[in-house]
């Protein structure tokens, strides 16, 4: 089973400063987490694309802390071979978390 070691981004609601004052925006935040990767697929999806898109269906299992549990439902990414990799699924299985990463993360980042 192959080993997992990198960011795991988590969308935080903070208030903006300045002029951006009273308005609550995400702020992205890493944490770096141990784990394995449980299952390692991938497939191309063609569309009305021009190229076809990558599209895995992995899951990674990470060793959990109290952020961890307490902000499960804010995962939006995992960073795992070069790429950040939108989370399609978050189950808890104490002490792990077993995540499940779809597509290409496109959205903001740390």
């Not at 070691?5 to 400063?17: C, F, I, K, L």
């Not at 995992?78 to 002490?95: A, F, H, I, L, S």
């Amino acid at each position: 089973m192959p080993k997992f070691y990198d960011a795991v981004g988590y969308a935080e609601e903070r208030e903006g400063t300045g002029e951006r004052e009273g308005i609550i925006e995400d702020v992205i935040v890493e944490k770096y987490r141990y784990g394995d990767v449980l299952r390692n697929t991938r497939k191309w999806e063609g569309g009305s694309d021009i190229l076809d898109n990558l599209r895995i269906n992995n899951q990674i299992s990470i060793m959990a802390e109290e952020y961890d549990y307490a902000h499960f439902g804010s995962i939006k990414y995992v960073k795992w071979m070069g790429n950040r990799w939108t989370v399609t699924n978050v189950e808890v299985q104490r002490p792990r978390l077993l995540i499940t990463i779809g597509g290409v993360y496109n959205g903001p980042t740390a």
